[in-house]
């Protein structure tokens, strides 16, 4: 084994390094958490369960991208709303993180179905008219899928998916036209028009997303620096009290 040549290189396992900052956020996180709930120990009972709790909803944030104290700001506001005595698992607060759209000042997903399945139909081609651009946004990324040709529950669902990523591309501060550009419906095409012209947005979408260097060091440089990976390493969930 020691003589053989063909066998690939051992690469060693680097533990990620957490941004700066993340666990005085966690920290900050949790102590509102426990003013809010007046039965937070039956979730954390001792320091070693609440030290745990920490280390979980680290991994838990960083699956689900949340990453800006704007998003926290958006769990803690609806954690307050809630009202409840008990505090919310990893999973619920998340979704917390998402603001309602009350919250951004644009209509609520029912008022924006209604308001996109009214665009949708044909009789409307050329004089649709749309209460905000997120609404107008959701609903070209529903097209494709006729919403007025679907069973209404299941019309819904399908904006519903649409106007939530709508939303996250908002408290991102992303543009709405960036995606919905040039993907337009009024009637006069096809489904199969309509189709090749989102899949060509999608694709050039894709090619101006990575900008990865072509070099194998620079390539490497660039992954380890995306991946917040260093060299001598440290544990996940360092510093968290």
């Known amino acids: ?44 009972p001792d320091d070693d369960a609440l030290k745990a709790a920490k280390r979980s ?5 960083v699956a689900a ?3 800006t104290l704007e998003q926290i700001r958006y769990g803690l506001l609806n954690c307050r709303q809630f009202g409840g005595d008990f505090a919310p698992s990893v999973g619920k607060f998340i979704k917390w993180c998402q603001p309602t759209p ?3 000042g644009i209509p609520s997903h029912d008022k924006a179905f209604r308001e996109a399945l009214e665009n949708s139909h044909p009789s409307r081609a050329g004089s649709r008219t749309w209460s905000h651009p997120a609404v107008r946004h959701a609903a070209l990324q529903c097209e494709l899928h006729n919403l007025a040709d679907q069973v209404s529950e299941k019309a819904s669902k399908i904006f519903d998916r649409a106007y939530d990523i709508t939303i996250r591309m ?19 095409k096809s489904e199969v028009e309509r189709a090749e ?7 050039a979408r894709l090619l101006e997303v ?8 620079a390539c490497r440089a660039h992954l380890l ?17």
């Open 1 to 44: 084994m020691a003589k053989a040549t063909n066998l690939p290189p051992v690469i060693p396992v680097t533990a990620k390094q957490l941004p700066p900052g993340t666990a005085e956020v966690v920290n900050a996180l949790f102590k509102e958490l426990q003013a809010i709930f007046p039965a937070w120990k039956q979730a954390w």
């Open 170 to 188: 908002l408290v991102q501060g992303k543009p709405l036209e960036d995606i919905a550009i040039g993907i337009s419906h009024d009637g006069q």
């Open 65 to 67: 991208e949340i990453n």
């Open 210 to 217: 990575p900008q990865i260097p072509s070099g194998a060091s």
């Open 225 to 241: 620096a995306k991946l917040n990976i260093k060299r001598a390493g440290q544990p996940a969930g360092g510093g968290l009290s």
């Open 197 to 203: 012209e989102l899949a060509r947005h999608r694709q």
């Open 102 to 104: 009350e919250m951004l």
């Open 57 to 61: 909803w680290i991994k838990a944030f």
